[in-house]
């Protein structure tokens, strides 16, 4: 079973409301309230997409960053002028800019990833209090999340002098109680939230061939232990996140340390796929304060930037060709593989229907099958790259597109419609 406590006491503690139907109603940070893109049961949503009707649009610069939720607010960023990063805070309900915060922070990435643009990419977390963006040349700036003020910034290859990423700062942060969780500087890092000072630092990699890597940290309970799972450029880690002690650690095969997408985890295992290589689970064993790793079984699928989801004994991936493959978790079965979507996904999941963004502007609604391939429906909703994370709340849909952000709404008819 997988737990988090350390975050829901977070929420609590930061006015945020968490719990029942409450749970629905924010979405504030990577891959949603506990991290794994799950959406709480209420309010229930339709099984089509007809009723879907766009609230309002904001024009932005480009940016792959995925927007946030939190109480009456949506949090967003930017890339302008190919030299400013903007984050900019939005009414909710309306749209309007309640405020906006700037830097100089661009940076051009390698010839070979220009296709996908040199744009801010991570996403911002926020306990309510304070939000945490992560700048493309390795920074980490802390705003106060009513005014937008500046609390404090710092910048890892200036305090720890590492590499500036040839990617940027890719992983998205982690907000956990008093302390704030990052995959920077060459290394992971425990951040005091307040302040900024480090906490402790492990993991260091010394900076490898590109730099920091793109997996964001995950919180987990594994055998009883509270931990974050880390995915670096070229191994998966067990992090106690009081001390920062590794508590096990196991080499993740990749194509030029491209271990990207977050992994989940399922009966104290992991399940991770990686660029050109192949889709990995892995057991994690405990015996009193020792751990091992052992590999459960791998197949050949190739995952690439898309993030699993899990329902029920089944993964569910979107693989580097651009379909969507069915795992079954207890042997590494591929159940099916479906017809090619675009080159990347992000997903939500509401018990067994899972709605996905594609890339190419689609939103798609299917059922999680383990025995065939089930789609419910799709729409275009937008004629722009789709690249940032869908985000979730209350029913609420929040699409991130190349230029701009939208509010999708099911009509008031619709959303008492599930089947």
Same mark, same amino acid.
């Given at each position: ?20 139907? =409450? ?6 940070? %990577?891959?949603?309230? #506990?991290?794994? /893109? ?55 309900? *309306? ?19 220009? &296709? ?28 106060? /999340? ?22 940027? @700062?890719?992983? *998205? ?7 704030? @969780? ?8 425990? !951040?005091?939230?307040? #302040?900024?000072?480090?906490? %402790? ?49 196991? &080499? ?28 990995? @689970? ?8 020792? +751990? ?8 050949? =699928?190739?995952? +690439? ?10 993964? +569910? ?38 709605? =996905? ?18 789609? !419910? ?43």
């Amino acid at each position: 079973m997988i737990t988090i406590p350390t975050l829901a006491g977070m929420l609590l503690a930061s006015g945020i409301a968490w719990g029942g139907k =409450a749970q629905t109603t924010v979405w504030p940070q %990577w891959r949603g309230p #506990t991290r794994d /893109a799950k959406v709480s049961a209420t309010p229930a949503w339709p099984r089509n997409l007809n009723g879907l009707e766009r609230s309002w649009h904001v024009k932005l610069g480009p940016g792959y960053s995925g927007p946030i939720v939190v109480n009456d607010r949506v949090f967003v960023t930017e890339t302008k002028d190919r030299k400013w990063e903007i984050v900019r805070a939005l009414d909710r309900k *309306s749209g309007r800019e309640l405020w906006q915060s700037k830097w100089e922070g661009a940076m051009s990435v390698p010839f070979f990833a220009k &296709a996908n643009g040199d744009w801010i990419r991570a996403t911002p977390a926020c306990d309510g209090d304070s939000l945490f963006v992560a700048g493309m040349r390795d920074v980490l700036v802390c705003l106060d /999340a009513q005014s937008g003020t500046k609390r404090w910034r710092v910048d890892f290859v200036e305090r720890y002098g590492s590499s500036l990423p040839a990617f940027g @700062f890719v992983s *998205s942060p982690l907000v956990m109680g008093d302390h704030v @969780f990052v995959q920077a500087g060459a290394s992971f890092i425990k !951040l005091d939230k307040k #302040t900024g000072k480090t906490v %402790w630092r492990t993991l260091d990699d010394g900076g490898g061939m590109y730099g920091s890597a793109f997996s964001s940290p995950y919180p987990t309970t594994i055998h009883g232990k509270s931990q974050i799972l880390v995915q670096g450029r070229e191994k998966l880690s067990g992090v106690d996140p009081e001390s920062g002690d590794v508590l096990w650690s196991q &080499a993740v095969p990749s194509f030029r340390g491209m271990n990207i997408l977050t992994p989940t985890v399922h009966n104290n295992g992991i399940f991770t796929s990686t660029h050109r290589n192949k889709t990995f @689970f892995y057991q994690i064993q405990r015996d009193g304060n020792e +751990y091992s790793v052992q590999e459960t079984w791998r197949n050949k =699928a190739q995952g +690439y930037m898309s993030s699993p989801v899990i329902i029920g004994d089944y993964a +569910y991936l979107h693989l580097g060709n651009g379909r969507l493959a069915c795992f079954d978790l207890r042997t590494g079965e591929q159940q099916w593989r479906s017809k090619s979507f675009g080159k990347y996904w992000s997903m939500a999941v509401q018990d067994d229907v899972i709605l =996905a963004l594609d890339e190419r502007g689609d939103l798609i609604l299917i059922r999680a099958n383990p025995q065939k391939f089930e789609l !419910l429906d799709s729409k275009q909703i937008s004629d722009q790259d789709t690249w940032g994370h869908i985000a979730v709340a209350a029913g609420e849909i929040f699409i991130r597109e190349l230029h701009g952000i939208s509010k999708f709404v099911w009509s008031a008819a619709q959303k008492h419609k599930p089947e």
